[in-house]
């Protein structure tokens, strides 16, 4: 089975250009979560998403980002315009959507953003 | 690594010994916790897991002792191997049960010698 996959691994833009990053979470998962991590900083939640539904937003730091799942399938997460405090590691992960005790996430291997 | 610059607390420890690693945690409403390991290049790997209404849990080599008194989480592995070397992460689960709104802690990095 396929984990979750993250694209592009590294990207390397400029302060004011647009950066979109994709996940595609594991076959059949309904929740997807992104996270990042800044430098310096803990891994800090963005958002979730039930299949196409954003579950949670709340950790979206400002309208500079914007997160979408067409579909229910892959999502996107589109900086725009990108600043330098954006630079970090963003990472993926998908669940199902579970009544059991606990319903596992899985995590990409994240993709490195840096803003110059 | 994404980790390369952080100023995580480090444990250094020799190949067989026992690690024992830390953790508080913030919310005392928080019901499940989640010990992930994080290699360079790697997201977070899930380690093992704990409700609340336990207090010790045990998997293979590791264990993970919870203390809702003072709110504290720890991880113990056995006989550590050059292979545990990582960073490790607690966290906590404010998303209700079935989903994931995981609260990380800052990590703790081992590095195993052989």
């Known amino acids: 089975e396929a984990g979750v996959t993250q694209f592009p691994s590294h990207s390397v833009i400029e302060k004011g250009q647009t950066v979109t990053l994709r996940c595609d979470p594991i076959?059949?998962?309904?929740?997807l979560y992104w996270y990042r991590r800044v430098m310096g900083k803990e891994i800090k939640f963005l958002l979730h998403?039930?299949?196409?539904?954003?579950?949670?937003e709340s950790g979206m730091p400002n309208n500079r980002f914007l997160a979408e799942r067409t579909g229910g399938t892959y999502s996107t997460l589109k900086v725009q315009p990108a600043e330098l405090e954006d630079s970090g590691v963003y990472f993926c992960?998908?669940?199902?959507?579970?009544?059991?005790?606990?319903?596992?996430?899985?995590f990409g291997q994240g993709t490195r953003l840096t803003v110059v | 690594g994404e980790n390369v610059g952080l100023h995580l607390p480090t444990l250094s420890v020799q190949e067989g010994d026992n690690s024992i690693i830390n953790c508080a945690y913030s919310?005392?409403?928080?019901?499940?916790f989640i010990w992930y390991k994080q290699e360079s290049g790697k997201g977070p790997q899930f380690i093992i897991d704990?409700?609340?209404?336990?207090d010790k849990r045990q998997g293979q080599r590791v264990t993970v002792l919870l203390n809702k008194t003072v709110k504290h989480l720890s991880l113990q592995i056995a006989a550590t191997q050059p292979g545990d070397s990582a960073v490790y992460f607690c966290?906590?689960?404010?998303?209700?049960?079935?989903?994931?709104?995981?609260?990380f802690g800052t990590g703790t990095r081992l590095l195993v010698s052989p």
């Open positions: 992960a998908s669940s199902h959507v579970g009544t059991a005790q606990r319903a596992e996430a899985f």
């Open positions: 919310n005392s409403a928080s019901d499940y």
């Open positions: 998403f039930v299949k196409e539904s954003k579950q949670d």
């Open positions: 704990i409700r609340s209404n336990m």
């Open positions: 966290a906590e689960n404010t998303g209700g049960t079935g989903f994931q709104k995981l609260v």
């Open positions: 076959s059949g998962h309904d929740n």
